[in-house]
């Protein structure tokens, strides 16, 4: 069970925008801990999408944007491709004795 | 290129112990923060552990799951990062990714994100009798 919670799918249309939404708790995100993105394409190791709330890594397209609040997070992706299927997570650092770094459990995005 | 290449996986049996290695590319090694995160295929993403760099005398975390059992080190004149796993469970069973962590230089000052930019491709470790 994760500390940060996704819906497990997303979907929409090419061309589309959609958004992942990450929400967590006083202990991660409300604690003012900084949320980051990865993608997942089948097959592949994860690549960051954004850092530090809300910062893309050089190449990543700027249809990827993210933002955070009180303790959520999310993910907005416009002009959605059939390329950017794949799983989405969000992390976190976790004050918790579990702790450290949290990642939600993930939420497959399809397009349409 | 920037790159992670891991070896060292396997199929061993619960109790028994394997030893992971992260070989590093194309950037500084010595400078950044490494972390192993595993993923159970079909599943999410687990966070392992970190090791910090020579400037911070290389102090490790480690997730609740592997305290104990798991130790990570560093061989920054090799450019290599290691992940001992004694011990293994068959919850172990998953595959490892070596990462590093974004290290941003902005007016001077480094700046550590605890965010991962490069990936290793992964490798497998089963756990199974």
């Known amino acids: 069970q994760s500390v940060l919670t996704q819906p497990p799918s997303v979907s929409g249309a090419p061309g589309h925008s959609v958004t992942v939404s990450c929400t967590g708790t006083?202990?991660?995100?409300?604690?003012?801990?900084?949320v980051h993105w990865y993608r997942q394409l089948p097959g592949t190791a994860p690549q960051l999408l954004i850092y530090?709330?809300?910062q893309r890594p050089s190449g990543v397209p700027d249809r990827f944007s993210g933002s955070k609040s009180a303790t959520s997070a999310s993910l907005a992706i416009t002009g959605l491709q059939p390329e950017d299927e794949g799983d989405y997570y969000c992390?976190?650092?976790?004050?918790?004795?579990?702790?450290?770094?949290?990642f939600g459990a993930g939420t497959k995005v399809t397009v349409l | 290129e920037v790159q992670l290449v891991e070896s060292g996986g396997g199929l061993v049996q619960p109790g028994e112990s394997l030893r992971l290695s992260c070989e590093a590319s194309g950037f500084k090694f010595s400078d950044h923060y490494m972390d192993w995160v595993r993923q159970v295929p079909g599943k999410g993403l687990e966070w392992v552990g970190r090791?910090?760099?020579?400037?911070?005398?290389?102090?490790?975390e480690y997730a609740a799951s592997v305290e104990g059992r798991f130790t990570m080190s560093r061989d920054d004149s090799k450019n290599s990062l290691f992940l001992e796993m004694h011990s293994l469970k068959i919850e172990d069973t998953a595959v490892y990714y070596c990462?590093?962590?974004?290290?941003?230089?902005?007016?001077?000052?480094?700046?550590?994100?605890?965010?991962?930019?490069?990936w290793g491709q992964g490798t497998t470790v089963t756990v199974s009798s």
């Open positions: 530090g709330n809300d």
């Open positions: 992390q976190s650092y976790d004050d918790s004795h579990n702790g450290f770094y949290a």
């Open positions: 990462c590093r962590e974004v290290r941003i230089t902005k007016f001077g000052v480094v700046m550590h994100y605890q965010a991962l930019d490069v």
């Open positions: 006083t202990s991660n995100i409300g604690a003012g801990h900084d």
């Open positions: 090791i910090r760099n020579t400037g911070n005398m290389y102090p490790t």
